[in-house]
């Protein structure tokens, strides 16, 4: 079973920073698709960082780029999302999302594949 737990979500003011935490299974870690979607109220659900594969490069939102950046912490099966710079715009549910590999050329940055696996949800509330 793919089990994803999202923790380190809170409320700050504008301009400040949060780390958000994804733990899961070794297997989950070492063989899906990682990515951080967030859910802003009255809007639908966006992938704002798809993790590369391998040593392909992160993807990241326009509106993320330069503030955020996702990390791994192999040993501990555990993806994060440093956030910086916080602004009022990224107030919202964060999940955590896993997906298999579509195929052998699947890198994971591709937006068209659906993420079938997602955790609980952690909120975030960046105030004015």
């Known amino acids: 079973e793919v089990q994803l737990v999202e923790s380190g979500g809170d409320s700050v003011p504008a301009g400040g920073s949060l780390r958000l935490s994804c733990a899961t299974s070794a297997f989950t870690y070492s063989s899906y698709c990682m990515a951080w979607f967030l859910q802003a109220p009255g809007k639908e659900r966006e992938g704002v960082v798809l993790?590369?594969?391998?040593?392909?490069?992160?993807y990241y939102a326009d509106s993320v780029k330069g503030r955020f950046t996702a990390s791994r912490d192999n040993a501990a099966n555990t993806v994060y999302l440093q956030m910086n710079s916080l602004k009022p715009e990224d107030t919202g549910m964060y999940y955590c999302?896993?997906?298999?590999?579509?195929?052998?050329?699947?890198?994971?940055?591709?937006?068209?594949?659906?993420?079938?696996?997602w955790g609980q949800g952690t909120q975030v509330s960046v105030s004015s």
């Open positions: 993790l590369g594969y391998g040593g392909t490069d992160t």
């Open positions: 999302a896993a997906r298999p590999r579509a195929r052998y050329s699947d890198w994971c940055t591709a937006p068209q594949w659906e993420y079938s696996f």
